[in-house]
């Protein structure tokens, strides 16, 4: 059609000369070359992609040339040949993280293939660690890396490990490839890095043998704590560690004693003080529960009040295990009972003061009798008691430490005796105990009895009256 367009601007143009200078050619040829043109046009069908150039001269007195310029796009089938296949088209890929723990068994699936039919692919590793495995699995193009790393993969002092290992998956068979031999060993590879962590199991099955329900005092008495600490052995540098207190849980439900803090007795065993290595992953420490070098507390009451009739402390401490990445066990409580077994010496009651072997009272005597009670062990602390005599005035025994300290006791008997009283009512006795406790054991009971008697000369002390009665009560 573009042709066309440019044949038809000549046509005006021969008209007009024919009106100026008559007709030159004859019509008749000139529709026959016309004709001709158009067929010739539609014989060459459509137009391919070119540049067009046409030059048009146009008889007039000024010519002019006429350039143009046509485009024509055109889409285009493209076929991609066999010979197209890259690297890329190699399928491979893997789980997006690949941790391990040391002492754990972990796999994970890494994929490789070519998605041509009946084409196989293998996979590789490069630097594997030692004890690692790379595997086909049962499913299709599929490997499993699997690895229980060892102890002490991760350096000591750091807490993860970094492997870089490198995938190569091959073309082994290029299956239906019209290009066998092109496609056939053509590789892709995948970078990856293997992160190791230390064991992250905690210490467990903590047991705690030698310390038996009652322990004599003044022993130095052995004991171990056993525990299963992963992720270590007897070639570690680090070893598991053990820690001894007080849970300060004095009060159980139905005693009427604190059980105090055992822990002060726990000491470490000079001759093992190495944590000991098992096999299997168990530890055992050695320790010493030490009544001989540590003195021993007195029983305390709920109230805190020494319990001086006691025959021992009752006490408990709390064991926990610690493993180098600081995971623990939970804690175990034990409870002992520290019997006493060091001697004594029992208080001796001081009555020289009174020159009698009995107290003589005449009644209305006001009676005012200063003795002591002290015990040869220097620490001790005595303590004195005295008993209801049921004689009349009720006498009243009081006691204080000395100044030498309160191993012995200043006591001062003070009496009222009655008027009425008679020598029936006043003969009898006042009854007094002392006892001595150090460190919480507790001296034999010293007992005391100060026999009283009515004066056989009477001092006058009372009223007729009261003494006339007195006698009638005597007579009868």
Request: net charge positive.
């Given at each position: 059609?573009k042709t066309?367009?440019?044949?038809?601007?000549?046509?005006p143009?021969?008209?007009?000369?024919?009106?100026?200078d008559?007709?030159?050619?004859s019509?008749?040829?000139?529709?026959?070359?016309?004709?001709?043109?158009?067929k010739?046009?539609?014989?060459?069908?459509?137009?391919?992609?070119?540049?067009?150039?046409?030059?048009?001269?146009?008889?007039?007195?000024s010519?002019?040339?006429?350039?143009?310029?046509?485009?024509?796009?055109?889409?285009?089938?493209?076929?991609?040949?066999?010979?197209?296949i890259?690297?890329s088209?190699i399928?491979?890929?893997?789980?997006?993280?690949m941790?391990?723990?040391?002492?754990?068994?972990?796999s994970?699936?890494?994929?490789?293939?070519?998605?041509?039919?009946?084409?196989?692919?293998?996979l590789?590793?490069?630097?594997?660690?030692?004890?690692?495995?790379?595997?086909?699995s049962?499913?299709?193009?599929?490997?499993?890396?699997?690895w229980?790393?060892?102890?002490?993969t991760?350096d000591?002092?750091?807490?993860?490990?970094?492997?870089?290992?490198k995938?190569?998956?091959?073309?082994?068979?290029?299956?239906?490839?019209?290009?066998?031999?092109?496609?056939?060993g053509?590789?892709?590879e995948?970078d990856?890095?293997?992160?190791?962590?230390?064991?992250?199991v905690a210490?467990?099955?903590?047991?705690?043998?030698?310390?038996?329900a009652?322990?004599?005092?003044?022993?130095?008495?052995?004991?171990?704590?056993?525990?299963?600490?992963?992720?270590?052995?007897?070639?570690?540098s680090?070893?598991?560690?053990?820690?001894?207190?007080?849970?300060a849980?004095?009060?159980?439900?139905?005693?009427?004693?604190?059980?105090?803090?055992?822990?002060?007795?726990v000491?470490?065993?000079?001759?093992k003080?190495?944590?000991e290595?098992l096999?299997?992953?168990?530890?055992k420490?050695?320790?010493?529960?030490?009544?001989?070098n540590?003195?021993?507390?007195?029983?305390?009451?709920?109230d805190?009040?020494?319990?001086?009739?006691?025959?021992?402390?009752?006490v408990?401490?709390?064991?926990k295990?610690?493993?180098?990445?600081?995971?623990?066990?939970a804690?175990?409580?034990?409870?002992?009972?520290?019997v006493?077994?060091?001697?004594?010496s029992?208080?001796r009651?001081?009555?020289?003061?009174?020159?009698?072997?009995g107290?003589?009272v005449?009644?209305?005597e006001?009676?005012?009798?200063?003795?002591?009670?002290?015990?040869s062990s220097?620490?001790?602390?005595?303590?004195?008691?005295?008993k209801?005599?049921?004689?009349?005035?009720?006498?009243?025994v009081?006691?204080?430490?000395?100044?030498?300290?309160s191993?012995?006791q200043?006591?001062t008997?003070?009496?009222?005796?009655?008027?009425?009283?008679?020598?029936?009512?006043?003969?009898?006795?006042?009854?007094m105990?002392a006892?001595?406790?150090?460190?919480g054991q507790?001296?034999?009971?010293?007992?005391?009895?100060?026999?009283?008697?009515?004066?056989?000369?009477?001092k006058?002390?009372?009223?007729?009256?009261?003494?006339?009665a007195?006698?009638?009560?005597?007579a009868?």
């Amino acid at each position: 059609m573009k042709t066309v367009k440019s044949l038809m601007i000549a046509i005006p143009a021969a008209m007009a000369l024919t009106a100026c200078d008559g007709w030159q050619k004859s019509p008749s040829s000139d529709l026959q070359e016309m004709r001709a043109q158009a067929k010739t046009i539609t014989e060459m069908g459509p137009d391919k992609p070119q540049t067009i150039t046409e030059t048009v001269v146009v008889t007039q007195p000024s010519p002019v040339e006429v350039t143009k310029t046509v485009v024509v796009e055109k889409q285009v089938e493209v076929k991609v040949k066999e010979t197209d296949i890259t690297r890329s088209m190699i399928l491979l890929t893997a789980d997006s993280e690949m941790t391990f723990s040391e002492g754990v068994s972990s796999s994970y699936k890494i994929r490789a293939s070519l998605p041509v039919p009946g084409a196989a692919v293998t996979l590789t590793v490069s630097n594997l660690p030692e004890g690692a495995s790379l595997k086909p699995s049962s499913e299709k193009d599929v490997y499993v890396l699997s690895w229980n790393p060892p102890m002490y993969t991760v350096d000591a002092g750091k807490s993860l490990k970094s492997i870089p290992v490198k995938f190569t998956a091959t073309v082994t068979n290029a299956g239906t490839s019209k290009n066998a031999e092109a496609v056939k060993g053509m590789i892709n590879e995948l970078d990856k890095t293997l992160f190791v962590t230390k064991n992250q199991v905690a210490p467990s099955a903590l047991s705690v043998s030698g310390i038996a329900a009652e322990i004599s005092e003044d022993q130095l008495t052995p004991f171990s704590v056993t525990v299963t600490v992963p992720g270590i052995d007897g070639k570690s540098s680090q070893k598991p560690r053990i820690v001894i207190s007080y849970d300060a849980n004095a009060i159980t439900a139905g005693n009427d004693f604190l059980e105090l803090d055992g822990s002060r007795y726990v000491i470490a065993d000079l001759n093992k003080k190495d944590a000991e290595y098992l096999g299997d992953s168990k530890w055992k420490i050695n320790l010493i529960f030490d009544t001989k070098n540590i003195a021993v507390q007195p029983q305390l009451a709920k109230d805190g009040t020494i319990m001086l009739q006691a025959n021992g402390t009752r006490v408990r401490f709390s064991v926990k295990a610690f493993s180098p990445n600081g995971l623990s066990t939970a804690e175990s409580v034990v409870q002992t009972k520290i019997v006493y077994t060091k001697t004594i010496s029992a208080p001796r009651f001081d009555v020289s003061g009174l020159g009698k072997q009995g107290l003589e009272v005449s009644p209305g005597e006001k009676v005012t009798l200063r003795f002591s009670a002290s015990s040869s062990s220097k620490n001790a602390v005595v303590a004195v008691e005295s008993k209801n005599s049921g004689l009349p005035g009720n006498p009243q025994v009081s006691c204080e430490a000395s100044a030498a300290g309160s191993n012995k006791q200043e006591c001062t008997l003070t009496w009222e005796v009655p008027c009425d009283a008679t020598s029936k009512t006043l003969k009898g006795a006042i009854e007094m105990s002392a006892t001595g406790s150090l460190n919480g054991q507790i001296s034999n009971v010293t007992e005391y009895a100060l026999k009283t008697v009515k004066a056989a000369k009477d001092k006058k002390l009372c009223a007729a009256t009261a003494t006339t009665a007195a006698k009638a009560v005597e007579a009868k």
